[in-house]
């Protein structure tokens, strides 16, 4: 049962241009939501966040936006860079539960010049 | 601060071999997880432990994984026996408990079962 789904599994987009990677959420219990950013031979690292009480939230050129009724978010890039390409992963995650999170399969970006 | 620290960082073994993996977590941290990313599956968690004690070991696939924490400072997970099906990449990861606060993930092990 994949509670946290991203459909895409890769997404090529032009320099300067916008990059909108979306993900999917089963569990309505979700009250905090993340996306990760994977380059090769590395770890995830986060990158950004939202609450459930918010519908957006911005941090420089990324932008996730929530949709509950929809049980959906995305995050943008604006504009896009080149060292945007990695694999962006949305992570979903219960307060009552710690840290744990649940992850979706990963999306693979690439900005090309 | 040195992150968190996995090694090895590539695992090459045969089938029915025994594997180890090694989690140093940052200092401080009072969780550590163990996640396993393949290409079907994507990141998925085997198990997490609070202040060293196994809290959610339902992610571990078989009673061929183990995990343990001895101390605050390490973590190991084992396979035995190694299947070639075990083959992904295993992460570590640690943070403190807290609603803000995020996943601090080491760079991986990478196991390949031939």
């Known amino acids: 049962d994949q509670q946290v789904k991203q459909n895409s599994p890769s997404l090529s987009v032009q320099e300067g241009r916008i990059s909108i990677l979306n993900c999917d959420y089963t569990?309505?219990?979700?009250?905090?939501f993340l996306w990760y950013k994977k380059y090769p031979a590395e770890g995830p690292t986060f990158l950004i966040s939202?609450?459930?009480?918010?519908d957006k939230n911005e941090d420089g050129r990324f932008t996730v936006f929530l949709n509950k009724s929809a049980k959906h978010l995305s995050l943008h890039i604006v504009p896009s860079q080149p060292g945007d390409s990695a694999v962006y992963f949305c992570?979903?995650?219960?307060?009552?539960?710690?840290?744990?999170?649940?992850f979706g399969q990963g999306t693979e970006l690439s900005v090309k010049p | 601060d040195a992150g968190v620290i996995q090694s090895p960082r590539h695992e090459v073994t045969e089938m029915g071999q025994e594997v180890t993996l090694r989690c140093k977590p940052i200092?401080?941290?009072?969780?550590l997880f163990w996640y396993r990313q393949t290409m079907m599956r994507g990141l998925e968690l085997l198990i997490y432990?609070?202040?060293?004690?196994?809290?959610?070991d339902s992610g571990m696939p078989e009673d061929r994984f183990s995990a343990k924490m001895p101390n605050a400072s390490f973590s190991t997970l084992k396979i035995q026996p190694s299947e070639p099906r075990d083959s992904a990449v295993y992460f570590c990861?640690?943070?403190?408990?807290?609603?803000?606060?995020?996943?601090?993930f080491g760079n991986g092990t990478r196991l390949t079962v031939t």
């Open positions: 992570a979903a995650r219960r307060d009552n539960q710690g840290g744990k999170l649940i």
């Open positions: 569990n309505s219990m979700f009250d905090y």
């Open positions: 939202i609450s459930s009480i918010k």
């Open positions: 200092s401080g941290h009072d969780y």
């Open positions: 432990f609070n202040n060293n004690v196994p809290i959610d």
């Open positions: 990861a640690s943070n403190f408990l807290g609603f803000d606060s995020p996943l601090h």
